[in-house]
């Protein structure tokens, strides 16, 4: 431990430890416990890091400390915890990673899947009579009423209806009846 965080701690010292008993007790404890700490979590920064918090633990609630227990057992007790605290931590962690890149592949797969549907049906889309594909992008994708295409197209309503129901059709002969619903949930009513 470094000069700097004794120094920090002596600051915190209230009346119980005087800075002289504290830098003793941390002289003769630090290195064992990073070593202990180290043991469960095999990153000797890391357990310093967590010794540190031991200790200012320790600073924090010295007038709460139980006096006929050993500190040293007490230290050793918190340094264990503080580590196992810390791998729970690293495992909740690495669960939420796997989950965030899980739900990331489902999603590029849903959305190939997506395209790849949407290529198909663009491609079945091309093989219907100009018409009927014209009838269909205005009612299903813009969402026009049967009478605006009717009146913009110059036919009837019973012509748009009859293009609707043909290319429908076809689209259910040659695709799954999932991609027609593309066109169905975009559809108003009129």
């Known amino acids: 431990m470094d000069r700097g965080r004794v120094s920090y701690m002596r600051i915190m010292i209230g009346n119980d430890l005087n800075s002289d008993s504290f830098e003793s007790l941390f002289k003769s404890h630090f290195g064992d416990l990073v070593g202990f700490v180290c ?83 663009n491609e079945k889309l091309d093989e219907l009579p100009e018409k009927q594909r014209e009838v269909l992008m205005k009612c299903f994708v813009e969402g026009q009423t049967y009478k605006d295409v009717a009146e913009e197209m110059g036919i009837s309503v019973n012509s748009v209806k009859t293009h609707i129901s043909r290319g429908l059709k076809f689209l259910r002969n040659e695709l799954k009846e999932e991609m027609v619903m593309l066109f169905l949930l975009k559809r108003e009513r009129v």
């Open 39 to 121: 043991s469960y979590v095999n990153d000797e920064e890391v357990a310093k890091d967590i010794v540190h918090d031991v200790f200012l633990v320790v600073l924090k609630n010295q007038k709460k400390l139980d006096t006929s227990y050993s500190l040293k057992s007490y230290l050793f007790t918190l340094s264990k915890n503080y580590a196992l605290n810390y791998l729970k931590h690293l495992r909740v962690v690495a669960m939420n990673e796997r989950e965030v890149v899980e739900a990331l592949q489902n999603a590029d797969e849903e959305l190939d899947d997506y395209e790849q549907r949407m290529a198909r049906l």
